[in-house]
């Protein structure tokens, strides 16, 4: 006989909820048709009379045990072996006897998780249900199989027991409705082992796994410790709750005494304390503990081998904290079980498009690996081949079943022969300029379709990630890109829709991985000076050096030197703190401008004043709290003068009465400003401002503490001892003026006459408010225009060129106006030009001379209305005849019209849109016949054109 002493935490006051009466009763798990764990030590408990001896009788066992003064007893059966002998299980006490039929000994496993472990067999929603899942119901007659669903769902934020829980065979009329994953995994373990199998089904869609996790799991990771007080704080019995109660109850009496006062001297009295947030009940089924409380704790500590587990799906953006999160489920499920050797096999999750970040897949991927190595009473089953990217429910849960049984088999059951396990990476070296990889677990590569390998990408020191090739070597894997002659970093599978083309000799595919060692900061300045070139070396504590504030001492200058088109520019800032503390940040962008005399600290000399976009920015720092990686789009400012908080250009999410990543610039020479902001995560990446100030200038990395993130007014500089800042660029040589005629003139020989002017592909040559220029000459030209020409050749993806050139009395003298109207040229055209010519390869356009045409140039939005009256043009669509209006650097056109033939003879509009601009030869296809809005630059590998002039 054994005295009972309850083993689980004495917080969980309110484990069961049976009515307080002298009858013996067994918890509710203990149900006709149950299968008990072999080989450990079985719990049976329930609820009696203070002191009341019970006895379980079962297998030729008997053990008694007497309630505790709180009426709850509990025994533990002595371990058994497999048994398919349908037999008895009796309890009984002083009025009562409990009789529990059809009990088999076998191995009980938990199926947990979120809607793909709840997916069924089968069911009425052909988007959720197993592919062929009434097929196998219908085959599926397993009576040594038995099944417990926990349903309905619910939630509690206290334990509860008081759910009634039904074991069943496995029959083609029951079936269907449970968990797919977990009755694959269940029938496989039967057919390999020949012994009954028991599945206890408890999941929830949607749902987090937070709320699943025990206290006792939260209490055991240190990374959680914030989670886990506020559960303590909120459990009675915890110290976390007696203490808060206890100064609450303090804070309400001082209060009391307070009202009191005042009440006896007729004055008001005060307002009570505000009741903790620590206390107040948890609200809904996502937060922690609450599904535990009501979907696991009813069977709690059932004996079982362990649980499999399919979920994350609703944590995609914990990253790496999912581990610790995996961890804390696993140590709290160990503890409540009262099994230490507890198992959790877990599928990784498939790959989906989600949209929004395409990495943070790939963290939970990785934080999936990085437990499943670190633990080892844990497994993972990659199913990176068997996903659906346009459904995260994936209808194949067969394979998911059986990789993960395979896991059981060999770890649990002795099947050590078995290949359960995916290849992971257990090595990797870099030579000749390639990675070679060793991996865990493959003795033979295959590969998708006998395709090569694909999903692999590398980068240099940058972090510039290319596609990369794959060599199988045995069991090696030689991984490089021509593009990264000196390869640091490595990546496969990191993006959210990649799918497995790699799997080991079993099928069993290679999961996502990276190697991304931590970036050295001479080795990153050294790499930058080898394949970029250093334009500018400057101090930024000098600051003496500026007189009149429209000048810089460079400790480097090599502006004079960049002569090609800029095709990238990145700014280095390394800050020394007095405290000998290195920051530093690299921030790499296309080029705003094509100037490399406009690109350094933008004092009045340079000419430089840039509020604007910049597209594939990417940032590297060693400053904790700074986003890192591909950003894509930020902004600068950068400028000499005065601002203001005014959010002047709109930049989204910039507060209009703070100093921010949204400001507005004054005219003249002022403060001075020179920010790169990564304006969609609200930070600045880098601030320099207060050029003139020396040691007591702005400047930071990352936002500035307190109510201006990008650092005006705080006087930073003098927290540091040294501070530089570099700039490097990389450029292609332009084209020479030869070129550019003999490509317009293989083409339309009549324009042999004419001066090149300037040549840009429309595709990447618009930089914000600049333009990038293959070919331009504008600066060495001199005298008035007295005619302009246009060649556009656009290379179809396809690979077929299309091509118009159009001429006409010049409308503007001014070279300089004559480009692509960006706002920064000032060029502002609506106008009638005289003396049209067209020639062209395109089907449909008017060619030959005609006595006038339009032109609609400008940086601005437009509207349909044809408010200039062009003949013909219509006031509801975008045609030849348009309405300029705000905001001035807007949308953007660069249209020629025939309006005599109602045509457009070219047009580029949306200059910033890149590959996404709008593009076309003659009247567009359907309702805007000036190509607004088509987007149609996607349909080109390239589009060049090519300004000509004539002089007078």
Known sequence: MHEFKWLLPACACAMFAFAAEAKVELAPVFTDNAVLQRGMEVPVWGKADPGEEVTVKFADQSVSAKAGEDGKWMVKLAPMKESSENRTLEVSGKENKLSVANVLVGEVWLCSGQSNMELPLWGGNPRFRHYDGDKVAAQSNFPLIRIAQMRPYGWSTLPRTDFKITWQPVRPDNIAPFTAAGFFFGRELFQKLNIPIGLISSHWG????????????????????????????????????????????????????????????????????????????????????????????PFVPYAMRGAIWYQGEANLGDGALYTQKMQALLNGWKKVFLNPDFKLYFAQLAPFTYGGDKTRLPQIWEAQQKFAESEKDAGMAVINDVGNLKDIHPSDKKTVGERLALLALKRDYGMSNLKADSPTLKSHRIENGKFILDFNAVEQWTTKNNKPAANFEVAAVDGVFYPASVEIRGTSLVVGSDKVKAPKSLRYMWDQTDEATLANEAGLPLGAFRIEPPVVLDELVSYFKESSKLVYEYNLLSGSGFGDRTKVNYLADNSAGVTGNLTEITYLAVLTGNDGKVKWVAVSMNPFVNDA????????????????????????????????????????????????????????????????????????????????????????????????????????????????????????????????????????????????????????????????????????????????????????????????????????????????????????????????????????????????????????????????????????????????????????????????????????????????????????????????????????????????????????????????????
């Open 597 to 952: 005399k406009k690109i350094g600290v933008p004092v009045k000399s340079a000419n430089a004043m840039f509020q604007t976009r910049i597209q594939n920015m990417r940032v590297l720092s060693n400053v904790p709290g700074i986003k890192t990686g591909i950003i894509g789009e930020g902004n600068i400012e950068f400028w000499p003068g005065n601002y203001g908080t005014n959010n002047s250009a709109r930049i989204p999410g910039a507060n209009n009465s703070t100093y921010d990543f949204g400001d507005q610039p004054n005219q003249g020479v002022g403060y001075g400003s020179m920010q790169i902001h990564n304006y969609r995560a609200r930070q600045t990446v880098f601030a320099y401002n207060k050029f003139d100030a020396g040691k007591n200038s702005d400047l930071g990395i990352g936002n500035a503490p307190g109510r201006n993130p990008d650092w005006t007014f705080t006087g930073s500089a003098r927290n540091y001892k040294e501070a530089k800042l570099y700039v490097f660029v990389k450029e292609r040589p332009r084209m020479k003026a030869d070129a550019v005629m003999a490509l317009v003139n293989a083409k339309v020989p009549a324009a042999a006459a004419m001066k090149p002017l300037y040549c840009c592909d429309l595709r990447t040559g618009v930089k914000g408010e600049n333009v990038s220029y293959e070919f331009d000459d504008s600066a060495a030209l001199t005298g008035k225009v007295r005619k302009v020409g246009y060649f556009l050749q656009l290379t179809g993806n396809d690979g077929k060129e299309s091509w118009v050139f159009a001429s006409m009395d010049a409308f503007s003298p001014d070279a300089k106006k004559l480009g692509v109207p960006v706002y920064s040229t000032g060029a502002i055209f609506q106008t009638i030009v005289k003396n049209l010519e067209v020639a062209s390869n395109v089907p449909g356009v008017k060619t030959g001379k005609f006595e006038d045409g339009n032109i609609e140039f400008w940086a601005a939005n437009y509207a349909q209305p044809n408010e200039k009256a062009i003949p013909g043009a219509s006031n509801d669509v975008f045609d030849f005849g348009d309405r300029r209006q705000d905001p001035a650097n807007g949308y953007g056109s660069m249209q020629v019209h025939n309006y005599r033939e109602k045509q457009t003879v070219f047009a580029f509009n949306q200059f910033r849109g890149g590959n996404r601009a709008d593009c076309g030869i003659g009247n567009a296809p359907g309702k805007n016949t000036d190509w607004t809005f088509s987007g149609s630059m996607m349909n080109y590998s390239k589009a060049l054109l090519c300004v000509l002039v004539e002089l007078e």
């Open 206 to 297: 949607g749902t987090r796994i937070e709320p699943w996790t025990p206290p006792e799991g939260f209490n055991s990771v240190p990374e959680l410790a914030g989670i886990a007080r506020d559960v303590n704080a909120k459990l009675p019995g915890t110290a976390d709750y007696k203490k808060i109660n206890e100064a609450t109850q303090k804070a309400y009496a001082e209060w009391m005494e307070k009202c009191k006062a005042a009440l006896a001297k007729g004055e008001v009295t005060p307002p009570p304390p505000a009741y903790p947030n620590e206390l107040k009940a948890y609200t809904n089924h996502q937060q922690p503990t609450v599904l535990y409380n009501r979907m696991i704790y």
